[in-house]
């Protein structure tokens, strides 16, 4: 971001203002992170500042501060549709392209706001006033961190804000373990424990809550487990009877194709997730190395993200999506193989 632009969201925000901060649908714990970290700035700078959730999110992550706070636009279309048409400044924050906000979309496109994106996607697109958009961050809330401070204002970080920022990092880097954790990270991680995040904590509400069905639904995507040696790939399904068993809870898949990619020579792993009442496979990729799960994705499954991470989504039946994934892994053989 430009020190032009800079300048002139300073200036934008140097009087109270009306804001909506909206995370991409199904946000998750760098979107929910971000987003409220964001939200506590802003208020202690006495901005009229409100997340508004295309959809819900993860209990796992409903003890961030604030969270009691957010506007779901699925079960309150009325009240957030009201606060974007009110709205001076929009921040987008963890997507870069509308549609990533689902039934949002067309409401923010057509909001007079002026619009700012914070967003670490590959590829975005050009509908925001204000962008900053870098692909080598580890995390959309590192980027939160940096945007404070591209302010000169990081003293208004309290525990507060460093606690939701600090679980952006946490979750988005796979606990400081993907290529994309830099030492500039652990600094920033480092500075928001200093600021009040207490690290053992969060990771403890986030990965130490598991529900006995969550369990027994991983051992039955561990059953389902796949690989394909000759291509270095493996894949696991979750079918809706399965899911239904286990009592599916959103998020209750979190980090299962990691298990994929964990296996000895591995290089690239999927998930597929039936989804009936949206008629879809939802589809989450991982690689390691070179290896694009994100160019993958979006010209086989219409999706993206990042280079060793993105989603994808099948509108063919759950057999058929994996018959299509496995057809289409030929083609990829020398990427895989190298």
């Given at each position: 971001?430009?020190?032009?632009?800079?300048?002139?969201i300073?200036?934008?925000?140097?009087a109270?203002?009306?804001?909506?901060?909206?995370?991409?649908?199904?946000?998750?714990?760098?979107?929910?992170?971000?987003?409220?970290?964001l939200?506590?700035?802003?208020?202690?700078?006495?901005?009229?500042?409100?997340?508004?959730?295309?959809?819900?999110?993860?209990?796992?992550?409903?003890?961030l501060?604030?969270?009691?706070?957010?506007?779901?636009?699925?079960?309150?279309r009325?009240?957030?549709?009201?606060?974007i048409?009110?709205?001076d400044?929009?921040?987008?924050?963890?997507?870069?392209?509308?549609?990533?906000?689902?039934?949002?979309?067309?409401?923010?496109?057509?909001?007079?706001?002026?619009?700012?994106?914070?967003?670490h996607?590959q590829?975005?697109?050009?509908?925001?006033?204000y962008?900053?958009?870098?692909?080598?961050m580890?995390?959309?809330c590192?980027?939160?961190?940096?945007?404070?401070?591209?302010l000169?204002?990081?003293?208004?970080?309290?525990?507060?804000?460093?606690?939701?920022?600090?679980?952006?990092?946490?979750?988005?880097?796979?606990?400081?373990?993907?290529?994309?954790?830099?030492?500039?990270?652990?600094l920033?991680?480092a500075?928001?424990?200093?600021k009040?995040?207490?690290?053992?904590?969060?990771?403890?509400?986030?990965?130490?809550?598991?529900?006995?069905?969550r369990?027994?639904l991983?051992?039955v995507?561990?059953?389902?487990?796949?690989?394909l040696?000759?291509?270095?790939?493996?894949?696991?399904?979750?079918s809706?009877?399965?899911?239904?068993?286990?009592?599916?809870?959103?998020?209750?898949?979190e980090?299962?194709?990691?298990?994929?990619?964990s296996?000895?020579?591995i290089?690239?792993?999927?998930?597929?997730?039936?989804?009936k009442?949206?008629?879809i496979?939802?589809?989450?990729?991982?690689?390691?190395?070179?290896?694009?799960?994100n160019?993958?994705?979006r010209?086989?499954f219409g999706?993206?993200?990042h280079?060793?991470?993105?989603?994808?989504?099948?509108?063919l039946?759950?057999?058929?999506?994996?018959?299509?994934?496995?057809?289409?892994l030929?083609?990829?053989?020398?990427?895989?193989?190298?």
């Amino acid at each position: 971001m430009t020190e032009h632009n800079i300048k002139a969201i300073k200036a934008l925000l140097s009087a109270p203002k009306h804001i909506v901060i909206v995370p991409h649908k199904n946000p998750d714990g760098d979107a929910m992170g971000s987003t409220l970290g964001l939200y506590h700035y802003l208020a202690k700078h006495n901005h009229n500042a409100t997340v508004i959730a295309p959809n819900d999110y993860p209990e796992f992550l409903k003890w961030l501060p604030g969270h009691e706070h957010v506007v779901i636009h699925e079960s309150d279309r009325e009240k957030a549709e009201q606060l974007i048409i009110q709205a001076d400044v929009i921040f987008t924050l963890d997507f870069n392209a509308l549609h990533r906000s689902g039934a949002m979309e067309m409401p923010l496109e057509n909001a007079m706001a002026t619009k700012i994106m914070i967003d670490h996607h590959q590829q975005p697109d050009g509908y925001a006033h204000y962008m900053y958009s870098d692909v080598t961050m580890s995390s959309t809330c590192e980027m939160v961190y940096n945007f404070i401070n591209m302010l000169h204002d990081t003293a208004h970080i309290d525990s507060t804000v460093a606690t939701c920022l600090y679980t952006g990092i946490l979750t988005d880097t796979g606990s400081f373990r993907f290529p994309s954790t830099t030492s500039t990270t652990h600094l920033i991680a480092a500075n928001l424990i200093d600021k009040g995040a207490d690290h053992s904590e969060i990771y403890n509400a986030i990965y130490d809550t598991n529900s006995f069905e969550r369990l027994q639904l991983l051992g039955v995507a561990l059953k389902n487990l796949k690989i394909l040696p000759e291509y270095r790939t493996a894949y696991i399904t979750l079918s809706q009877e399965e899911l239904n068993a286990a009592n599916f809870r959103k998020g209750d898949t979190e980090g299962f194709v990691n298990y994929g990619l964990s296996i000895k020579n591995i290089i690239f792993a999927a998930i597929f997730i039936e989804h009936k009442q949206e008629g879809i496979i939802k589809i989450s990729f991982r690689s390691k190395g070179d290896f694009s799960a994100n160019e993958f994705s979006r010209d086989n499954f219409g999706g993206g993200g990042h280079t060793n991470a993105a989603g994808g989504k099948s509108d063919l039946g759950l057999n058929e999506t994996v018959e299509k994934f496995i057809s289409i892994l030929p083609s990829y053989k020398h990427n895989l193989t190298l």
